[in-house]
């Protein structure tokens, strides 16, 4: 090979080596090892160990890693945190979590997954799953990569209500005892049911994915059981909600329904 050629094709290599391969959050593993591909997967937290003891994650418990961050939520309340990943170790540094009360053991459960989830953590991948431990192994996180829920066929369970505000929504928990049976399935068939806390319900409904609106063509037609006094505010508020136009955003695992005043809900896909 002419001494040029060679050159040219030295060159190139050379500063390949020198910029490293290394993807993911850290920019680099170090000794050639790959970053963990934690980032653009949408993760489902499935348990957390703190000090030896295993407990399972609540429905809507998640994180996604993106730009050197990681957010998320607990089943209780949104978190924030930095990340850098070297190689099979990512080291997560907690910024801030929202304040919104939830019952005792969606609490409790929060406290151990920021606890679980902070620090030098090494991660292992098994399939879709990703378990991350301390140095220790007293501590740790197991996620399972997920696909993104469709708004259609998927059961959405309500977990949260949504008011409007001038500096934007803020979000609370459902009122204390009403219990976990609001659900809903928008069908393919352009019918939305379901239950609003208490009463079973059903309602025509469009779907436009382009304004991303969906429109309850109420009001629903509902079953008639009694039921406690928190399951009939929310069936209240729900059915009063679920009759009109609704703006919609789809967030991976969870939808967000608002009226044009900006009350709403917040709902999670129910594991499959």
């Excluded at 001494?3 to 020198?18: D, G, I």
């Excluded at 540094?93 to 997954?113: H, M, N, Y």
Aim: charged residues 25%; hydrophobic residues 35%.
């Amino acid at each position: 090979m002419p001494k040029s050629r060679a050159l040219a094709v030295l060159v190139p290599l050379l500063l390949l080596t020198a910029c490293g391969t290394g993807g993911g959050e850290g920019g680099g593993a170090g000794a050639g090892e790959p970053d963990l591909p934690v980032a653009g997967t949408h993760w489902t937290v499935d348990a957390v160990t703190v000090d030896g003891r295993r407990s399972a994650a609540p429905d809507g418990a998640r994180v996604d890693f993106e730009d050197g961050r990681a957010r998320g939520n607990s089943g209780c309340n949104t978190f924030d945190a930095g990340v850098v990943v070297r190689g099979d170790t990512l080291t997560v540094s907690q910024d801030g979590v929202t304040e919104i009360g939830c019952p005792a053991d969606r609490q409790r459960f929060e406290k151990e997954l920021l606890k679980a989830f902070s620090g030098p953590l090494k991660g292992t991948l098994k399939g879709a799953g990703l378990r991350l431990a301390s140095a220790d192994g007293r501590n740790g996180v197991e996620l399972t990569a997920e696909e993104e829920a469709p708004l259609r066929g998927t059961t959405w369970k309500v977990d949260g209500l949504v008011s409007g505000s001038g500096d934007g929504d803020t979000a609370s928990s459902l009122p204390a005892g009403s219990g976990t049976k609001a659900r809903f399935v928008v069908g393919a068939d352009g019918r939305i049911t379901g239950n609003l806390g208490c009463n079973d319900f059903s309602a025509t409904a469009r779907v436009d994915e382009k304004a991303r609106t969906l429109t309850v063509e109420g009001p629903a037609a509902t079953t008639r059981m009694m039921c406690t006094s928190p399951q009939m505010k929310l069936e209240t508020k729900l059915y009063e909600l679920l009759d009109g136009p609704l703006g919609y955003r789809l967030n991976h695992r969870t939808l967000t329904l608002t009226d044009a005043s900006g009350e709403g809900l917040t709902a999670t896909a129910a594991a499959r």
